[in-house]
């Protein structure tokens, strides 16, 4: 089954504790893309990028396979670019400087042939960018939005519009009180739900993420790992992760999107691993099915005969 994945291409500039990386390549549709095509083909890439974007990025998208019909290229412009800076414990950061470049007139095209494409991710763009993308597509089989902050804070209406028409919308704990003005988050859980979409996840960073439908909780947990060198492009893999296993199963059953989630998480666990998209680059189908064990042997208990 066909993955459309619409959002932002970048190159940024990433301070951490464990050093700084400049022109990293970035960008939510960046690495939704990446780490759907370990799972699933084809994936389908929209964005826009200047004319600074290096070729070498351009075919390492090519070499996974991931199909670049819907990016835009602007020889005049430049690529849109965040600078961060994160803290010693990794959980907060500061923005240093953002400039959108040929990002700020992106307004995203759907080819043709793409417009039948069955599964949907909406990175983490403007909420009116994300209505324009599904006014484009014919009948999608299942749609997968991620938000922000910022886009709940200054465009709030325009937000809950797109939550209207999505089956899944994925978001931090943070976000998801913001979103409810709801302090307990399985509270802010059910009440994403009475907004339109059939499941919601709410990632907790490395307190896993929760999986919510209206009458079903399933709680992940997060892998444990001894160092974080990144955690830029952790959620958007996630995203990748989630919707490369239901486009691999075209199963969007409660126990499924619970694979689905363990799938994302795994893919979000090797991205902080290293700066960029460098976690995920030459990943084997070994290590990620290794790692997906690891998890359900993480949470994997025998009941005993009597409580």
């Known amino acids: 089954m066909s993955i459309l994945v619409v959002g932002s ?3 940024d500039y990433l301070e951490t504790p464990h050093g700084i990386m400049k022109n990293a390549l970035g960008g939510s549709a960046t690495f939704v893309s990446i780490s759907a095509s370990y799972l699933s083909q084809p994936v389908r890439f929209v964005g826009i990028v200047g004319g600074d974007f290096p070729e070498e990025h ?3 998208f090519q070499s996974r396979g991931i199909d670049l019909e819907g990016l835009v290229r602007v020889p005049e412009g430049k690529t849109f670019s965040w600078g961060g800076r994160y803290h010693e414990d990794m959980n907060n950061r500061d923005t240093l400087y953002t400039e959108l470049g040929v990002f700020e007139t992106f307004s995203p095209e759907i080819p043709d042939i793409w417009k ?4 949907i991710v909406l990175g983490n763009i403007h909420p009116i960018l994300q209505l324009h993308v599904l006014d484009q597509i014919s009948s999608p089989r299942y749609i ?3 938000t922000m902050n910022l886009w709940i804070d200054i465009s709030r209406e325009d937000l809950l519009r797109t939550i209207a028409r999505v089956d899944a919308l994925i978001l931090n ?4 009180k913001m979103l409810t003005g709801l302090s307990n988050v399985i509270a802010a859980g059910k009440h994403i739900l009475t907004l339109g979409p059939e499941h919601v996840v709410i990632k907790k960073g490395e307190h896993g993420a929760l999986l919510m439908s209206r009458d079903r909780i399933f709680s992940a947990p997060a892998f444990p790992l001894d160092a974080i060198k990144d955690p830029t492009g952790a959620g958007d893999s996630f995203a990748g992760g989630f919707a490369g296993w239901l486009s691999r199963t075209n199963d969007t059953s409660f126990e499924n999107l619970k694979r689905a989630v363990i799938c994302g998480s795994t893919m979000a666990s090797f991205c902080v691993e290293q700066f960029s998209i460098e976690g995920l680059r030459d990943l084997s189908a070994e290590a990620i099915a290794e790692r997906y064990l690891a998890f359900h042997d993480l949470a994997a208990f025998e009941l005993p005969e009597k409580l």
């Open 116 to 119: 039948a494409s069955e599964f």
């Open 144 to 146: 997968i939005c991620d």
């Open 9 to 11: 291409v970048a190159l």
């Open 173 to 176: 704990d943070q976000e998801a």
């Open 58 to 60: 351009i075919g390492y």
